[in-house]
């Protein structure tokens, strides 16, 4: 059974910032792309960021791309989001999400997290 939890939510003021966490197990991680996907209230869930399997391959949505940065530790089994500059539209639950292969910007991934709340406050 494979885990995916997410960690690092909050509320935090408009210009804030925030670092997700996405812990994988029972995976081998390095052979998966990660993503970060989030579902705001009434609304569909959307793509956010994407790495590929060796870290080297990054893609964004334009509402988040200049403001945030997707990384991965293959050691540790973890992604991670940091996000900056944060506005209330990114208000969200934020999940993570593992495609074994390339990265994709749609939603056909393998596995997910039960998802973080991040709650921005103006």
């Known amino acids: 059974q494979v885990h995916l939890l997410e960690s690092g939510g909050g509320l935090v003021q408009a210009g804030g910032s925030l670092r997700l966490s996405c812990a994988a197990s029972?995976?081998?991680?390095?052979?998966?792309?990660m993503s970060w996907f989030r579902q705001a209230p009434g609304k569909e869930r959307e793509f956010v960021a994407a790495?590929?399997?060796?870290?080297?391959?990054?893609s964004y949505a334009d509402s988040v791309k200049g403001r945030s940065t997707i990384s991965r530790d293959n050691a540790k089994n973890t992604v991670y989001l940091q996000m900056n500059s944060l506005k209330p539209e990114d208000t969200a639950i934020y999940y993570c999400?593992?495609?074994?292969?390339?990265?994709?910007?749609?939603?056909?991934?393998?596995?997910w997290g039960q998802g973080t709340q991040v709650t921005v406050s103006s």
């Open positions: 999400a593992a495609r074994y292969g390339l990265i994709k910007r749609d939603s056909s991934y393998d596995y």
């Open positions: 029972t995976l081998t991680f390095s052979d998966y792309a």
């Open positions: 790495i590929s399997r060796s870290g080297g391959l990054t």
